[in-house]
Nanobody, 119 residues
Framework: HLAESGGGLVQPGGSLRLSCQASGYVLDYYAVAWFRQVPGKEREGLAC????????EYATAVKGRFTISRDPAKNMFHLDMNDLKPEDTAVYHC??????????????WGQGTQVTVSA
């Protein structure tokens, strides 16, 4: 089970941290990722990080602004979002993979948290 938190309303140029708490299994053995979805559009992969020691991967739209990180002690991972833009408005989902590296396969999903970027 995964549960997101940290969404909300933020002004353009602002920052937010999303968190994803896992329960029932240890995240540290698996790749984890963040996605977002806008109604009427396909789900968009944003960032993925494999098991400890491997570099994270980012979508072009968020590279340099978003950072994915793990918190193994708390069995969580995060998405730090900076320089937010109105086009970042979406429901954000976290997910974990059955694989140790970013393979594109995700089996466990969070319910989503709304991020709204608006003045």
């Amino acid at each position: 089970h995964l549960a997101e938190s940290g969404g909300g309303l933020v002004q353009p140029g602002g920052s937010l941290r999303l968190s994803c708490q896992a329960s029932g299994y240890v995240l540290d053995y698996y790749a984890v990722a963040w996605f977002r979805q806008v109604p009427g559009k396909e789900r968009e992969g944003l960032a993925c990080v494999s098991t400890r020691g491997r570099p994270a991967e980012y979508a072009t739209a968020v590279k340099g602004r978003f950072t994915i990180s793990r918190d193994p002690a708390k069995n969580m991972f995060h998405l730090d979002m900076n320089d937010l833009k109105p086009e970042d408005t979406a429901v954000y989902h976290c997910a974990s993979s059955p694989d140790y590296q970013c393979s594109g396969r995700y089996e466990v999903w969070g319910q989503g948290t709304q991020v709204t970027v608006s003045a």
